[in-house]
């Protein structure tokens, strides 16, 4: 399991606030490479479904066991794309006896939320 820290981009403070300056000022190299590698973690339609079936469970968690059965890949393969998605931070994971258990880390999805969210000063007029 990764232990790094996650940095939210285009944040002074340490509080968990949306970030809007993300949207009304352009990314630097740092903070461009740091939002490419999550792009490029979710850029795969197994991956995607993975980290939505993930995201979007009740109770905010699932097990492997469930995610195997939706997909006509080997177990493998799964492990391998969830592996992808945990090194990206994500998601995050714990071994329940013979099981792992996955879920989304919200910090992370809330940056690139944050990117994603057209500024105020950016849309277009009516």
Not at 21 to 26: Q, R, S
Not at 77 to 95: F, V, Y
Not at 107 to 112: E, G, K, S, Y
Request: glycine share 6%; with cysteine; proline share 6%.
């Amino acid at each position: 399991m990764s232990k790094q820290e996650l940095v939210a981009l285009g944040r002074s403070d340490g509080n968990s606030a949306c970030c809007p300056e993300l949207v009304t000022a352009p990314l630097d190299e740092d903070q461009a490479a740091e939002l490419a590698k999550l792009f490029k973690a979710l850029g795969d339609p197994v991956r995607l479904r993975l980290m939505s079936m993930i995201a979007s469970r009740a109770g905010g968690e699932v097990c492997v066991c469930d995610l195997t059965p939706a997909f006509d890949l080997s177990q493998p393969t799964i492990s391998h794309h969830l592996k992808l998605l945990r090194q990206a931070g994500l998601i995050d994971c714990e071994r329940r006896g013979t099981w792992v258990h996955y879920w989304a880390l919200p910090a992370t999805l809330d940056r690139l939320a944050a990117f994603l969210e057209p500024s105020q000063t950016a849309e277009a007029p009516a």
